[in-house]
């Protein structure tokens, strides 16, 4: 199991780029267990404490800058394969998140992105669950390679789509 250290960048779950303030023990109900202490940089006031033997929850490095790179790559191919059966796509999509491999996450978001430009053309909408699962993703991955590679998220974003349409 990895440990982290206060002061480490981590992406934690759904609230993305995390600094770690402190490692502590905490006691509930009888049962002590030693927690991270961090905030997402999003948000400084939000306090997240979660037990660093925690298998429930992805928490990673910051990606490095050669790992970005790579990422910002694969926006030149076409992303994961599409499933035509919305639950069947959202089920298995949110499995490939949920393991934290940030290949596989670029791939989703590089499929519903090119979904999302073509429904724009044809002046429809991707489903809700394909909406709100790439702008959560979307959102910490942009972030996450901008932080990586040292410039803006606007900056990544207008990268990433020129890819896709340039792709297209």
């Not at 609230?15 to 999003?42: F, S, W």
């Not at 790579?70 to 394969?81: D, K, T, V």
Request: charged share 30%; glycine share 2%.
């Amino acid at each position: 199991m990895r440990m982290f250290n206060v002061g480490d960048l981590v992406i934690y779950s759904v609230h993305g780029l995390c600094e770690i303030d402190d490692i502590t023990d905490k006691t509930y109900g009888n049962v002590t267990r030693t927690y991270y202490v961090m905030h997402p940089l999003e948000d400084p006031r939000l306090t997240i404490n979660t037990p660093v033997d925690s298998d429930k929850v992805v928490m990673l490095n910051m990606m490095e800058k050669e790992e970005a790179e790579e990422i910002l790559q694969l926006f030149r191919q076409p992303g994961i394969s599409w499933i035509e059966d919305a639950r069947n796509r959202s089920k298995k999509y949110n499995s490939l998140v949920n393991t934290g491999d940030r290949k596989e996450i670029s791939r989703i978001v590089n499929t519903l992105m090119r979904k999302n430009n073509e429904a724009h053309q044809n002046k429809k909408r991707l489903y809700d669950q394909d909406r709100t699962l790439l702008a959560n993703i979307q959102k910490i991955l942009f972030k996450e390679l901008a932080m990586s590679l040292n410039i803006s998220y606007e900056d990544i974003s207008e990268q990433i789509n020129r890819l896709i349409k340039y792709r297209a």
